[in-house]
């Protein structure tokens, strides 16, 4: 249970990740890895609904995963999704990537290996990664029509025993960090913070929310 001050901070970093993108049907499907398989669900979801016709599961292994999986994220997820009806014909595997910046590169790559080349594109991401996907995204993907999708759960209902709620706001804390300093190192492209948002980032940090900040 969060202090109201500190849940109301919260709240808005959340909301500041989500970037609310409306989809339209694209060319392919990107689901980046990580130990959340609701992302695989996620992911199985918009491509049985019609939202592209290849699906690409993208993730060696992390920090987290490395620790608790002896098979890589992408494989995880790519077997989630088939057990949800995705036939086996319309997934690619990307299992070396290890960060963002790579979960991109490797699956662009791996898609021109097969000869595709998608003109449009959907990444799906955990909630409070959506911002900073899109960000890294587009130093590699400048001109596609490009959007980022997450399951729809708010705040209080993405919290599980994996990951509680005081782990969460230290997470969208280092996220935010990343967000604001990552441009200047070359690894995203810019995105605006609100002086509201990055107010809220301070008070938090100052409240000890510091677990996954920069090194």
């Known amino acids: 249970m969060l202090l109201p001050d500190i849940y109301n901070a919260a709240v808005k970093l959340w909301n500041y990740h989500h970037l609310n993108h409306s989809l339209t049907p694209s060319d392919c499907l990107i689901v980046l890895g990580s130990h959340d398989l609701r992302v695989a669900e996620e992911g199985a979801r918009l491509y049985l609904q019609g939202y592209a016709p290849v699906i690409v599961f993208s993730g060696g292994f992390g920090n987290l995963t490395s620790k608790i999986w002896t098979v890589s994220e992408a494989e995880q997820f790519a077997a989630i999704a088939v057990k949800l009806g995705v036939p086996e014909n319309a997934i690619l595997i990307e299992n070396k990537s290890t960060n963002t910046g790579e979960n991109i590169q490797y699956s662009l790559q791996l898609m021109s290996d097969k000869g595709i080349d998608p003109q449009s594109m959907i990444l799906v991401q955990k909630p409070y990664m ?84 920069m090194p």
Do not use: C
């Open 130 to 213: 959506e911002r900073r996907t899109y960000a890294t995204a587009r130093m590699y993907i400048p001109l596609k029509p490009l959007l980022v999708a997450s399951s729809a759960v708010s705040f209080d209902e993405y919290p599980n025993d994996e990951i509680p709620v005081e782990r969460l706001v230290s997470i969208m804390v280092g996220d935010l960090e990343r967000i604001k300093y990552y441009p200047g190192k070359g690894f995203q492209v810019y995105q605006e913070i609100p002086d509201d948002v990055w107010a809220a980032w301070e008070f938090l940090v100052d409240e000890g929310f510091n677990g996954h900040r």
